[in-house]
């Protein structure tokens, strides 16, 4: 990383952190006196028709690309007066473009029949075998006929669920879409995305999400459909662990009338039909230029911008453009506010608004204006701890070196392995007791609706529970570095037979420190770096679960999503493994059984051994970047 780079951004950072932000009323009166808006319905090849906004500069002596966003979430407001309060990137706008906006097949205004992550089709043989693409590639064909002034290029962006629509228009093959940018794209919601890490159903996120979004649209409509919201209490700990095993969900709170959520319920395992809703395997032979763009503390969809952009790469020759951002972002937080802090943690510097102006303004100038030059880089990446803007010509590092860190006696975090030899007494393993009557929460906080914040939260509540176990190195004496993807690797016994396994990464601060945030002290904050779930029955196979035998070790190895975190001289690394993050995750019985079919009485107590025996040692797998 050339010092030319580092001062550039040292530079812009402090020239977009003394501009003050755009005043939404602003953006709408620039949107009303710069666009003229018109509202079509585009005809798919198989004749259902889609309700698109279309907004135009008004300056018409030139011409302008077309940057399309396609969504599940509607394109509102409606009607040919109503205008959009704000675009997603205000300098986008103001540079000149022709935007689209518009429903996906079956939501909102379209006609037709609504797919949750409607699978891509390879192999089209009539009009009507339509997929995603497909209908991409009619709507372009369509607006490069009946949309005056373009320039013949088309760019289409999109976050989280429009994430995966922007992925499924760099598979819709047409040559005038040159630059796509899947922004936290839902990608495989089995593995990593949403609604399920590892197997492992995320009951919070799918509960409260499609109690609405998954109600069932007789017909076009402008209305959204509400959730639920007889909670009768402000604890979801508390609703959640009340309201029992999964089919209770089915019968007492409305979702049997929820199509995806009992297809959830149908397919505990990664089917064929979960297999067809992950395009990774398709991303072969794109044509566009590729951005994905992600936030490093994404609760929803962390995973998808990792693997879409490691999919890619893997999938298509050297030549093709693809890169990727990632930034100290919550979901979506690099396209609202300013991305300075999240929760009782600051990153030291306004990053949405520079990621905006420096980084996807010259993306889309460049590749459908021939604009600029083409300088940024394979992969940038905010470093958090150090709070640097970092790049890199691949990613991860060439130069990270995977390094495990075992676990040791006493509750020690060292890369010295045990030995092979250590005498059997004192007992090699830590032992809890998962209790799923008493879950591990993932936050210390009474609140109702899922919090952003958690990804950064203070792990110290979970630390003092005899039901987490902790390892930590001594106090660092020089920064180290973790950039790419972290691997648990455990060596676990069980008296059950299943056990679900959460392993966390925890930046430990100095007790010395003196500063506090939102009330709470730093000294000996428990800086919660990365997190993940893992369900146990699914160690070997997603498709072919298995059970325990009690008491017999057996290794439990898992990726958590990739991290690019510096621990600082005086910090410590700190790792906890625990069997509920709760609810975050649904509890899981401890019993090999259908868990979507479980019983309240089905949940049992397991005592659970976490070797770290010369032969058996558990660890984490970091990638440490020597610099």
């Not at 075998?129 to 088309?154: C, F, I, K, M």
């Not at 032979?285 to 693997?307: H, I, Q, S, Y």
């Not at 790469?313 to 991305?339: C, D, F, Y």
């Not at 990739?562 to 069997?579: E, N, R, Y």
Request: hydrophobic residues 35%; charged residues 20%.
């Amino acid at each position: 990383m050339s010092k030319q780079f580092y001062l550039f951004l040292f530079v812009t950072i402090c020239c977009s952190a003394a501009l003050p932000a755009q005043d939404a009323a602003a953006d709408s009166a620039f949107i009303r006196d710069h666009y003229t808006k018109r509202e079509v319905m585009i005809p798919m090849r198989d004749g259902t028709q889609l309700f698109t906004s279309i907004y135009s500069p008004k300056d018409q002596s030139r011409n302008y690309p077309i940057i399309m966003r396609r969504t599940p979430y509607s394109c509102s407001p409606y009607g040919a007066d109503a205008y959009s309060t704000r675009f997603q990137n205000m300098h986008l706008a103001r540079a000149g473009y022709i935007f689209v906006f518009q429903d996906v097949r079956g939501r909102y205004m379209s006609e037709g029949e609504f797919v949750d992550v409607r699978p891509f089709n390879p192999n089209k043989k009539s009009p009507k075998d339509t997929d995603e693409a497909s209908d991409t590639y009619d709507a372009v064909e369509w607006l490069l006929q009946y949309v005056p002034n373009h320039n013949g290029r088309v760019g289409v962006m999109g976050i989280s669920y429009p994430g995966f629509y922007a992925t499924m228009a760099a598979l819709a093959g047409h040559p005038a879409i040159r630059a796509v940018s899947p922004q936290a794209p839902v990608t495989d919601w089995f593995i990593g995305d949403d609604f399920h890490h590892n197997g492992a159903f995320m009951l919070m996120d799918g509960f409260s999400f499609y109690s609405g979004f998954g109600k069932p649209r007789p017909e076009p409509t402008t209305k959204s459909n509400p959730g639920f919201s007889d909670w009768n209490t402000p604890d979801n700990y508390e609703f959640f662990l009340r309201a029992g095993a999964l089919p209770n969900f089915s019968e007492k709170y409305g979702m049997k009338d929820i199509p995806f959520w009992q297809e959830l319920m149908a397919h505990p395992d990664y089917d064929d039909w979960w297999k067809a809703r992950n395009p990774r395997p398709h991303l072969k032979n794109l044509k566009p230029a590729v951005m994905t763009v992600g936030g490093l503390f994404d609760a929803e969809d962390c995973f998808g911008a990792w693997r879409v952009y490691e999919a890619i790469e893997k999938q298509n020759p050297l030549s093709m453009s693809n890169r990727i951002v990632m930034g100290p972002w919550v979901h979506g937080g690099w396209a609202r506010g300013t991305g300075e802090r999240l929760g009782n943690i600051s990153f030291g510097q306004a990053t949405s608004p520079w990621y905006e102006q420096h980084i996807e303004l010259p993306f889309f100038e460049f590749y459908l204006k021939d604009k600029g030059e083409m300088d940024l880089p394979e992969a940038l990446i905010f470093e958090t701890g150090s709070n640097q803007w970092t790049q890199y010509d691949t990613w991860p590092p060439r130069e990270a070196k995977p390094t495990k860190h075992y676990f040791q006696q006493g509750g020690k975090l060292s890369a010295a392995p045990p030995s092979a030899t250590q005498k059997p007494s004192p007992p090699q393993y830590d032992e809890y007791r998962s209790d799923p009557a008493r879950p591990v929460p993932y936050t210390q906080d009474v609140h109702l609706r899922r919090t952003r914040e958690y990804m950064t939260d203070d792990q110290r509540f979970a630390a003092r529970r005899p039901d987490v176990l902790v390892y930590q190195t001594a106090t660092l004496t020089e920064p180290t570095t973790v950039t790419g993807t972290i691997t648990a690797d455990l060596w676990v016994s069980l008296s059950t037979t299943d056990a679900d396994f959460v392993v966390k990464l925890i930046d430990v601060f100095p007790d010395t420190l003196k500063e506090r945030e939102n009330g709470i002290p730093l000294g000996g904050y428990q800086m919660l770096v990365r997190g993940e779930i893992m369900r146990g029955r699914y160690r070997n196979s997603f498709e072919k679960p298995e059970p325990f035998q009690p008491g017999k070790p057996t290794q439990v190895r898992f990726d958590l999503p990739d991290v690019a975190h510096t621990f600082l001289p005086g910090h410590k690394i700190m790792v906890q493994v625990q069997s509920s993050w709760f609810p975050l995750a649904d509890r899981n019985p401890q019993q090999f059984i259908n868990i979507y079919r479980a019983k309240d009485e089905d949940f049992v107590p397991a005592n659970i051994q976490v070797h770290r025996s010369g032969t058996h040692a558990s660890g984490v797998i970091l990638p440490v970047l020597k610099r």
